[in-house]
């Protein structure tokens, strides 16, 4: 899964969508929600064949904020502190693809937006020469050093009480399980560049789904995700891998090995991965051929830098009137991180958090313009808004959770995060 790396610059058309759910292409307001008009610029520019000797060559790359849960389900109104942009998707037609398997890179050129075979063979090749300049500008940056503090929005005893109220909803028969989250927020150094954070970030943690995302100037969305949410190939081959479930990683391989044997013993964590890939298989059945969708794998243990992590696979097959924007309404958010049943689950959430998530546990990913798609769950990440940096995590509630180690659990998963401007976190 970690094979390939993308990365694109300098997009032809933009779609954004601010806080309000205000849909723009171009700065040009636009009808129709953002799904809508994402799969309409996508028809435009597709291509039925290539000859790519990367999955991606070209297309839409963006993230997608938790709060367009709001355009697919009528839901409470976003809590204070919703972020803008909620959206930003770039249309590219020049993409650098990276095979870490083969050691070899392409830069790519469709030459999009020139519809003409002639302009558009030109604009290919222009663009990509003008790509090639670029990397040979490119200069190192010098490392961090400024370092900050960060601040909990809450206190542990008011997130164990969240926790605990979770844990009276599925007693009273509300749901079976929500997705519970805390947040931290530091002050960016002026003199860091959120692409230095990134880079520091991925020296401390990798992951197959890690992306960083220029929304604007001032916002940037920096993830370390090791959990893929949608893969779609380009004969519509459709996949998605629910994270549930979570052990620590520790030095002495004796210990380390012990507790991913803990992980795939606990029913406890299996219940909870297997409530999600319930309502994954329910999910990607609203667009997949009848009959399609399987379960090849339940509740294995995938071992990443800093944990262990159970992980299901659920696969179908995209019917031919779908398309892979159609499957990411059809499954948006990821159940991995709302809860079971969804919709209830988010009213739950709505509830008991004091913030809104914004870019946290919505996705991020590439739209290719020959159907095909890969998308992550926004997790492990960092959120860069102007002078602000915001980190979160969370974790699964079920009925037999314990509040004071779901608590430990969530700052097993952001101790790392943090440490990127606060080494002394890991500690």
Same mark, same amino acid.
């Given at each position: ?13 933009? $779609?954004?969508?601010?806080? +309000? @759910?205000?849909? %723009?292409?171009?700065? #040009?307001?636009?009808? =129709?929600? &953002? ?5 309409? $610029?996508?028809?435009?520019? +597709? @291509?039925?064949? %290539?000859?790519?000797? #990367?999955?991606?060559? =070209?297309? &839409? ?24 942009? &909620? ?75 969240s926790i605990e109220d979770a844990i009276e909803y599925i007693k009273a028969g509300d749901i079976f399980q929500a997705n519970i989250t805390q947040r931290y927020t530091a002050t960016k150094p002026e003199e860091v560049i959120a692409w230095e954070l990134f880079r520091r970030l991925r020296t401390i943690v990798s992951s197959p789904f890690g992306a960083y995302i220029a929304g604007a100037s001032e916002f940037q969305v920096l993830s370390a995700s090791p959990e893929r949410f949608l893969h779609v190939t380009r004969c519509g081959k459709v996949e998605t891998r629910p994270i ?184």
């Amino acid at each position: 899964m970690g094979r390939w790396s993308y990365m694109a610059v300098s997009p032809f058309s933009v $779609l954004n969508v601010d806080g +309000s @759910m205000h849909t %723009t292409v171009d700065g #040009a307001s636009v009808a =129709g929600d &953002a799904f809508d008009v994402l799969n309409d $610029l996508l028809r435009h520019y +597709s @291509m039925t064949s %290539t000859q790519s000797p #990367a999955p991606f060559c =070209g297309g &839409a790359v963006g993230f997608y904020g938790y709060e367009l849960g709001h355009l697919v389900e009528k839901l409470p109104e976003p809590r204070n502190g919703a972020t803008d942009p &909620a959206m930003v998707v770039g249309l590219y037609d020049v993409v650098m693809a990276f095979d870490h398997r083969d050691h070899k890179a392409w830069v790519m050129s469709s030459g999009f937006p020139e519809t003409d075979p002639g302009r558009r063979a030109k604009r290919a090749d222009t663009r990509a020469q003008w790509v090639i300049d670029q990397i040979d500008k490119a200069s190192p940056q010098a490392p961090i050093t400024t370092l900050s503090q960060w601040s909990a929005d809450q206190d542990r005893h008011v997130i164990e009480r969240s926790i605990e109220d979770a844990i009276e909803y599925i007693k009273a028969g509300d749901i079976f399980q929500a997705n519970i989250t805390q947040r931290y927020t530091a002050t960016k150094p002026e003199e860091v560049i959120a692409w230095e954070l990134f880079r520091r970030l991925r020296t401390i943690v990798s992951s197959p789904f890690g992306a960083y995302i220029a929304g604007a100037s001032e916002f940037q969305v920096l993830s370390a995700s090791p959990e893929r949410f949608l893969h779609v190939t380009r004969c519509g081959k459709v996949e998605t891998r629910p994270i549930k479930g979570t052990r620590p990683r520790h030095k002495d391989p004796t210990v380390d090995a012990s507790l991913a044997m803990e992980l795939k013993n606990s029913a406890k964590d299996q219940a909870e991965n297997l409530m999600i890939v319930d309502l994954m298989r329910n999910d990607i059945s609203r667009v997949c051929e009848p009959g399609s969708v399987t379960v090849p794998q339940r509740c294995a243990v995938e071992t990443f830098t800093r944990v262990h992590h159970l992980v299901s696979v659920i696969a179908g097959q995209l019917r031919r009137d779908k398309t892979a924007v159609d499957l990411l309404r059809a499954c948006f958010p990821g159940g991995s991180v709302t809860g079971a049943p969804k919709v209830r689950a988010m009213e739950v959430i709505h509830d008991l958090e004091p913030v809104a998530r914004g870019p946290y546990c919505g996705a991020i990913g590439w739209i290719g313009f020959d159907g095909a798609m890969d998308t992550s769950i926004v997790i492990r990440n960092l959120t860069v808004d102007g002078d602000k940096v915001i980190a979160q995590a969370g974790g699964g509630i079920v009925a037999d959770s314990d509040p004071e180690l779901e608590y430990e659990e969530a700052m097993v998963k952001i101790r790392p995060l943090l440490s990127v401007l606060d080494p002394t976190a890991l500690t």
